[in-house]
Structures are given as C-alpha cells and as structure tokens.
C-alpha cells in the first residue's frame, strides 16, 4: 500500500472521524503491508517517516489547521525529521499513530509521531515544519490563534529543544557553506 491509497482512505473515513482540539493527540489505526518491508521482513526506516505524513494529514484536518491554511492559501512544508526506531514491525501487523504539537517558536512548529504496538512504542518521528504562502511563511503564532489557541507555545522538552537547536546549527552551516562556495 503506498501513501495515496492510505490517504484516500484517510479522506473517505474522514466525515465519521470527530474534530479535536489542537492540542489533542490524534490517533489513526494502520495495518504494515508487503511493500512497506525491507530486505529484512520488518518496516523500512524510511517508510516511518512516509507514515508520519498520513498521521500530520489526519490532524491537520481534524484539528481545523487546513482551515486557517486555505484562509492564507499556505501549503505546509517540513524542514527538518528524525526518527529513532525501538522494536520491529511486521507484515500484517496492525498498529497506531499518536500524533501531538509539541509547540512552536517564530517560525517551526514541533510535531511528535509515536508509533505503537499492542500499547508499546516502536518508533518515534519528530518533524519541524511550517505553512508557507506566495508572500513568505505564516507565523505559527497565527496559525494558533486561527485555531483558538494562545499564541505562547508550551516548552519543548529539553532533548526536543536540543534537537531544534542543532537544526538551526546545521543551517546555518548549510547557508554558510553555500555562502563561500558562491563566492
């Protein structure tokens, strides 16, 4: 099953999935199939990360955030993913989702993606991300208001907050590089 089929049938369950508040955890039930597996029987690493992006879908569109993303004709972009990977999935196995906002800063917005098994977590994704329109990126602060909710971001757990931070690094060693290369 590749990502379309898993959000079309995303979509056609949607009017019978219930809104959330954006602050909820979000959880949607998937089964792993023949072409989510490696060489060595179990999910691709890759593959967490195709996943995370059904479960964003699912509470961008339960949460309201598509509403105030159509509002400002944005589009939303991830910038930065890391994934830790604890136990194996196998074919058929069934297994869920937990997707949450951790917070936000001027520019990012955190998203947490727990996958879990019979109540145990088997892997972990982490995205940074934001909406961006033809005139420049959306405040996440203005994305929360539009969905009802206080422009202060809860705090980042420290290892979150150090993983933003070394993305930031890296950036800014990317834009450095790229800076002297030109010239």
């Not at 931070?165 to 450095?176: N, P, R, T, V």
């Amino acid at each position: 099953m590749n990502l379309w089929f898993r959000l079309l049938l995303m979509f056609l369950r949607r009017p019978w999935r219930r809104p959330v508040d954006a602050m909820d955890t979000t959880v949607i039930r998937l089964r792993v199939w023949p072409l989510d597996l490696d060489l060595n029987r179990h999910v691709t690493n890759g593959r967490y990360f195709t996943l995370a992006d059904v479960g964003r879908m699912d509470y961008v569109l339960r949460s309201g955030a598509f509403r105030v993303a159509l509002r400002h004709k944005a589009m939303p972009i991830v910038g930065d993913v890391w994934g830790k990977f604890r136990r194996e999935l196998k074919v058929f196995e069934t297994f869920e989702i937990h997707t949450r906002v951790l917070g936000w800063d001027d520019k990012w917005t955190v998203m947490e993606h727990r996958f879990l098994r019979k109540g145990r977590v088997v892997g972990v994704v982490l995205m940074r991300g934001l909406f961006r329109s033809a005139t420049g990126t959306v405040a996440p602060q203005e994305f929360v208001r539009g969905m009802g909710m206080p422009p202060e971001s809860p705090a980042l757990a420290a290892w979150a907050a150090a993983w933003c931070e070394a993305c930031d690094s890296l950036s800014a060693g990317l834009k450095l590089s790229e800076t002297e290369t030109i010239q």
